[in-house]
């Protein structure tokens, strides 16, 4: 394997978010996108997912730490966003074209032409116009909790450029509001996947869930509390 020279990761701004849904009923939201929302305040040590990158196996898909071996599981990714493990139900990608006009209509968002990036994904500006548009004007539906849920599918769950909502992301999402199908497996794909990359190539960007990556290490240390309810 080739020396590790530079990683780095996709980590979105949240403030703006955070002081937009400071409003709304966190009980109800976490009823319907279960703890994704707590994603948001974990305290991050971006050293600490660099580092892991030099334990990673690209041959056998797991991280070897001298003579264990470990790697994260789709149990281990559920509990941590206590998303109900419907087994039957895989998530399989949405045509683009038809989800983006639909994610459109679903949250309001006006003509698709102001908030779409030619085939890369929706602007995140354009999502928190929306959101202060609907505080200000006292629309609180359901259609704010379905704003914030995509934000997070898209910035945190699978984020790829800075402020950017890619077509992936909203393929996930739909797929969610529709059928309730688990990203969970979604998102352990693309974190395997960003860590062979980097690790074979000694080099790159991990766009995939780092706090989940990091949550999923930092509950294999001994701590006083369970971890997956300290954060």
Request: charged fraction near 25%; include cysteine; aromatic fraction near 12%.
């Amino acid at each position: 394997m080739p020396e590790i020279t530079k990683t780095n990761h996709t980590i979105n701004d949240l403030e703006k978010l955070w002081s937009i849904i400071g409003y709304f009923d966190d009980t109800l939201f976490e009823r319907r996108y279960e703890r994704i929302a707590q994603l948001m305040r974990l305290p991050l040590q971006a050293a600490a997912i660099k580092a892991l990158v030099t334990f990673v196996d690209p041959s056998y898909q797991c991280f070897s730490f001298g003579d264990i071996d470990m790697t994260p599981t789709l149990v281990e990714y559920e509990r941590i966003l206590d998303f109900p493990n419907n087994s039957h139900k895989i998530y399989l990608r949405r045509n683009f074209e038809a989800t983006a006009a639909e994610v459109v209509k679903l949250l309001g968002l006006g003509k698709i032409s102001q908030c779409r990036i030619a085939d890369v994904g929706f602007k995140w500006k354009v999502i928190e116009a929306r959101m202060k548009k609907n505080a200000e004007e006292g629309r609180l539906g359901d259609e704010r909790y379905r704003l914030v849920a995509f934000t997070i599918f898209g910035l945190v769950l699978f984020p790829s450029k800075i402020g950017v909502i890619n077509l992936e992301a909203t393929s996930v999402f739909i797929e969610y509001e529709h059928d309730r199908i688990n990203p969970f497996s979604a998102i352990l794909v693309e974190t395997m996947l960003s860590l062979n990359h980097c690790r074979m190539n000694g080099k790159g960007a991990m766009r995939c869930c780092v706090s989940m990556l990091y949550l999923w290490i930092i509950s294999h240390i001994e701590t006083p509390r369970d971890i997956f309810n300290n954060f």
